[in-house]
């Protein structure tokens, strides 16, 4: 009997062991949702992340892929594991698209090395498939595709959420995006678990139609095309958290900017809500006292709003603070991350609905000319880097107690088999006597 005993402990023992081979060898998986949370492996998923739209438009150019290495590098070194990124540029220098239909490979194998280079480094993507604004092309870009072609019936930006032709050219971006095979990897974007989701839109808007059943309408045709080609990973619309008229009263100085962050984030194909948060561009003007209180009921109303009307995860998907802003200190911006990461912690350790954030915007070294005011350079020491380090550690921890008690909850069910079949092998043994 004790001998019996003692193999019994031992195959426990090796079967615990097994499922903590398998938890560190599985981290592959793609990222899901189970009511409120991000699900990883089975196991609830809280991340630290960064914003880098500039990963694809560096490593479009070999010889300054270095750029792209050296950012995953630090922040992995950090604990940061999510990034957000631009997967478009049209029309523009470097493009991905030069007209519609029309693809850069040279940018395409930019975009391959991004993906294979953050998976290596174990950092899941976000990416972003057009923008509302110029920059890279955008909404405006895609007007003027359809104006060149004759189609003059296309008054402003706006008319790109309701033209059927520029409706048509969107849709072709997005098919060519997650179907892209990775020349470095082999495999096609929509079978590739490092991306851990879409994003229609950065920062849609359409102020032409302010009720925001233009965008409403728009989100929903385009949710269920993107999730017709992709049934794997997670889909977000881009939005920056702005209310419609039930809650304006929210909104900075009453924005409205044609969207809404409830309607919006209960479209069905929209797996989780996200946010942006600028109080220092939102509220100009106002000291830097108010827009910490701002931020302070910006941040928390939109956790209760996610926890307890949307039942989805929200992702604080940008925020930051300046360095151009009048009488800015290093310490206003500390306490501007440390306002956004404690309501995440608070939420993330109650297993709530904030599942991360990712702060605008990582820089790597020597990317002086990038330098919007908000970029952080990880290898410089800094206070804001040791409050960034300090947030991913406090969540991979939340991550380890959900792994170690999910392994707990194995490691039972185990003993109660392995109990089980012993106890029945006994009975026959002793019916066999």
Not at 367 to 395: C, H, K, N, P, W
Request: some cysteine.
């Amino acid at each position: 009997m004790k001998s019996c005993g003692l193999l019994f402990f031992a195959l426990l023992l090796l079967q615990y062991h097994g499922v903590l081979v398998q938890q560190v060898e599985a981290e592959d998986g793609f990222v899901k949702t189970k009511g409120v949370q991000f699900m990883l492996n089975g196991t609830p998923y809280y991340a630290n992340g960064f914003n880098a739209y500039w990963l694809m438009y560096m490593a479009s150019d070999p010889s300054q892929r270095n750029l792209v290495s050296s950012a995953f590098q630090q922040a992995s070194k950090n604990g940061l594991t999510i990034a957000r990124t631009w997967a478009f540029n049209d029309g523009d220098y470097r493009a991905l698209q030069y007209s519609p239909g029309s693809y850069n490979e040279q940018s395409f194998q930019g975009l391959d090395f991004v993906v294979s280079e953050a998976r290596k480094y174990g950092i899941k993507l976000v990416l972003s498939l057009v923008n509302s604004y110029e920059n890279f092309g955008g909404r405006k870009q895609y007007v003027e595709w359809a104006r060149s072609q004759g189609h003059q019936s296309i008054n402003s930006e706006d008319d790109f959420f309701t033209n059927s032709v520029v409706k048509g050219y969107y849709k072709n971006h997005i098919k060519t995006v997650l179907t892209r095979r990775n020349s470095l990897t082999g495999v096609a974007y929509k079978d590739e678990p490092t991306i851990m989701a879409w994003e229609l839109m950065n920062e849609p808007r359409c102020t032409s139609d302010p009720s925001g059943r233009t965008i409403q309408a728009w989100i929903t045709e385009m949710a269920s095309y993107l999730k017709s080609i992709d049934g794997n990973h997670l889909l977000e619309a881009g939005l920056e958290g702005f209310y419609g008229e039930s809650k304006q009263q929210t909104n900075p100085k009453d924005f409205q900017v044609g969207t809404d962050f409830i309607a919006n984030n209960q479209i069905p194909g929209i797996d989780f809500a996200t946010v942006h948060s600028y109080p220092d561009q939102w509220l100009t003007g106002s000291n830097y006292e108010d827009q910490v209180s701002f931020l302070s009921s910006w941040v928390n109303d939109h956790i209760q709003d996610a926890q307890n009307i949307l039942h989805k995860p929200v992702l604080f998907a940008e925020f930051g603070r300046s360095l151009k802003e009048s009488g800015y200190t290093t310490s206003q911006r500390d306490q501007i991350f440390n306002t956004v990461y404690s309501a995440i912690y608070s939420s993330a350790r109650g297993g709530g609905a904030a599942v991360g954030g990712l702060f605008w915007q990582l820089l790597a070294e020597g990317m002086d000319s990038f330098q919007d005011g908000y970029g952080v350079v990880l290898s410089e020491s800094s206070s804001t880097v040791g409050i960034i380090a300090e947030e991913s550690q406090r969540l991979i921890k939340i991550r380890k107690m959900y792994a170690r008690l999910r392994n707990i909850e194995k490691w039972k069910r185990a003993r109660d088999i392995r109990r089980a079949q012993w106890w029945s092998g006994n009975k026959v043994n002793d019916t066999g006597n």
